[in-house]
């Protein structure tokens, strides 16, 4: 079976390993088919040779509908997101190099450059450790991305939602250059945080954004 939620997960993860988010056969991509199922990376296939056919198809309470293969150890992150906000299409989950460097500190990553704002709805927080592939840990990761596009998974890394799997990937980099930034603007002092009153400006077309056209995975 294919259909273009499959051939949209795919390449958002031919892009995930293209844009070195991840290295081996770390990371997982979905995205939600507009009859509420969800397509999703299988667990342990390369990605250089992964095919809309590896890709797996999944309900909300995470059962197998379609695929050859068992979906990837980490779906109950994407599951969670899913089942808590209508709007969510597309689930990355990544290990960018910068972006982990914040989680294993477990220090949110500050919105301090006005377009990430507008992009992610402000600081990137980190979500409370628990054990990679746990309910506990989906159940917390979904709690920090209900008014932000990103958060970060303690000593782990990060997850992106979006309107669809193309759209979650584009946030991912964003995070990334943001950090590296942020990175290497401590060596000089601490960046300088926008204004208040632009900060919610910024916001505020995040939010309208999210609240007007993320639900295109219905359509």
Known sequence: MSSPT????????????A???????????????????VVMT??????????????VVVDLDGKVVDGER?????????????????????VLHCHATYASM??????????????????????????????TGSDELAEEIATHVGDRSVALMANHGMLAVGRDAGDALHTAPCVEHN??????????????PI?????QDFTGVYEYVRGNTWSTWKA
Not at 19 to 37: C, E, H, I, Y
Not at 181 to 191: S, T, V
Not at 195 to 199: E, F, I, L, S, V
């Open 102 to 131: 914040f989680a294993l500190v477990r220090k949110p990553i500050p919105a301090v450059i006005e377009e990430f704002v507008v992009y992610v709805g402000g600081d990137v927080p980190i979500a409370a450790y628990q054990p």
């Open 19 to 37: 844009r070195g988010l991840v290295s081996g056969t770390a990371g997982n991509v979905s995205g939600r088919m507009p009859d509420g199922n």
């Open 179 to 192: 950090a590296r930034i942020i990175w290497g603007a401590r060596a000089l002092g601490e960046p300088v």
């Open 70 to 90: 068992g979906p990837t150890s980490e779906k109950a992150l994407h599951l969670a997101c899913y089942r808590s906000y209508d709007e969510v299409g597309g």
């Open 195 to 199: 204004p208040d009153k632009n900060t």
């Open 42 to 55: 299988p667990s342990s296939v390369a990605y250089e040779t992964m095919t809309v056919d590896d890709l």
């Open 6 to 17: 499959h051939e949209a997960v795919l390449q958002a993860t031919q892009d995930m390993v």
